[in-house]
């Protein structure tokens, strides 16, 4: 082997719910090492998603579940051409998609309606729940190309 194994690193849960994903939303969300800015952000996203009748982390975990894409495909090069090859995705990258999915969808939304991050958050959660929404949209699509491309499953490595 000519490299060491890097070593992953480990992140505390929050300290509010004690939950890791939940530290990682903060973490994906901090911008400039602001991270009280990120966690008055996220709990008022999951204080909202209880004001509207949900369980806040159930609901938060739920969308997460929905939004993280099962197959993706990776470009391999063979023989002088590029092939699309659909692969599955791991448990940790498709919640790291699923994650950095939802933040940008949530940044994406308009201003007109929503007045916070939070308030954008939280829709992109509930719309999530129904597997509705822009995150949904994006899971769709990595599932099309994969469907269009498993002709190259073969190729697999």
């Known amino acids: 082997m000519r490299h060491k194994k890097v070593q992953k690193r480990q ?3 929050d300290t509010v719910y004690n939950n ?3 530290a990682k939303l903060i973490n994906y969300i901090m911008r400039d090492g602001k991270k009280t800015v990120a966690q008055a952000q996220v709990y ?3 204080t909202l998603l209880e004001q509207k009748g949900q369980k806040p982390l159930e609901a938060f975990e739920k969308a997460i579940q929905n939004i993280g894409p099962k197959v993706e495909v990776k470009a391999r090069r063979i023989g002088g051409a590029n092939y699309q090859v659909p692969v599955e995705v791991k448990h940790e990258r498709r919640m790291a998609l699923a994650l950095r999915w ?4 949530a940044r994406k939304r308009s201003n007109k ?3 916070s991050f939070s308030e954008k958050l939280a ?3 509930l ?3 129904q597997n509705q929404g822009e995150a949904v949209r994006k899971r769709e699509i990595a599932l099309k190309q994969a469907e269009a491309n498993k002709a190259f499953s073969h190729f697999r490595w």
């Not at 939802?102 to 969808?105: D, K, L, Q, R, Y």
Request: no cysteine.
């Open 11 to 13: 992140i505390n849960p």
């Open 20 to 22: 890791l994903f939940v």
């Open 44 to 46: 008022g996203a999951l």
């Open 102 to 105: 939802m933040i940008e969808a």
């Open 113 to 115: 309606e929503y007045h």
């Open 123 to 125: 829709a992109e959660v």
């Open 127 to 129: 719309d999530a729940l």
